[in-house]
C-alpha cells in the first residue's frame, strides 16, 4: 500500500534528523505533533543535499547531485518517488504548496558549493546565505502558518533573519573543517587564517543583529511551532556565546560545541520561559 511507503519515507526522514542533528532533532520535538513530521521532511531533503557536496568526496559529487535534483523536481511533479527522503518532502512541499523558488534557490547554493571555495563580496555572501539558509526557515514558516499568507508576509523577514544566524553560527562553528577539509571560506573580507578578536567580533555582532530580528518573529509564531522555535533559538544563542568567549585561535583549531547536558538545561529554561509566557 501507497500509506505504507509514506510511513516508512517518514520514518527515513525522522532517522536522518535524529542521527544528523541532536539539536535540531530536540527542538523538532518540541513542535505541535501536527507539523512535527513536516519539519523532519524538510531537514531530511536539506540534509541530503547537504551530504552530497560536503562529503562523499571519493564519489562524481557533481553527477550525484544532477541525479538527485532530477529525482527532486521529479518527486515534486509526480507526487511520488522511490527516493523515500524525496517522496516525504514532496509530500510536505505540495501539502504547504511551498513556492518552488525556495527549493530552486536552496539547491543553488548547494550546487555553489560543488565548485566555489571563496566569497569575496557581500553581494556573494548574501546569495549564498539566502539560498542556504534564509529559504530553509521559509519553508518551515510555510508548515507553521499552514496557508495563512497575510500571517506568511508578516513573519517571513523574521524567519529569513532566524535561518542566516544559524547558518552564520555554524559557519563560526565549522571554521576548522570548512577551511581545511573542504577549503571553503564563507564570510567576505576576512582572512581565516589570520582571524583576529576584531574580525571574530564584526561576525558576532552581525550575527547577534539576526538574532534580534529572527526573536520578533517567534513571539508572533502560532502556538505549535513557539516552543520548538524558541528552544532552537536559544541552543544557537548559547552556541555563539561560547563561541564569543573563545579565543579566535582556538575556534580555528577545534569544533565548539554545546555539551548535551548543556542542551537539556537549555530546553528546561526554554519549557519554564515558554510556560511563563515569556515569550
Known sequence: MKQLFDQV??????????????????????????IRQDIY???????????????????????????????????????ISLNPILNSFQYTFNKYNIPYHLVASFMKSMRMDLSKKEYHTDAEYKEYIYGSADVVGLMCLC???????????????SAMALGSAFQKVNFLRDLKADYEFLERSYFPNTNLLELDEESKKRIVGEIEADFAKGFMG???LPSDAKFGVYTAFKYYKRLLAKLQNTPPLEIKNKRIRVPNYEKFGLLAKSYVNYKLQLV
Open 9 to 34: 519515507s517518514n520514518a527515513c526522514s525522522k532517522l536522518v534528523t535524529e542521527s544528523y542533528s541532536t539539536s535540531f532533532s530536540m527542538a523538532t520535538k518540541m513542535l505541535g505533533t501536527t
Open 41 to 79: 521532511n524538510i531537514y531530511g531533503f536539506v540534509r541530503f543535499a547537504d551530504e552530497i557536496v560536503d562529503t562523499f568526496h571519493e564519489y562524481d559529487k557533481k553527477v550525484l547531485f544532477n541525479n538527485f535534483e532530477n529525482d527532486l523536481n521529479l518527486a515534486i511533479e509526480q507526487k
Open 143 to 157: 508548515v507553521f502558518v499552514n496557508g495563512d499568507k497575510q500571517q506568511y508576509e508578516d513573519l517571513k523577514e
Open 218 to 220: 517567534i513571539e508572533k
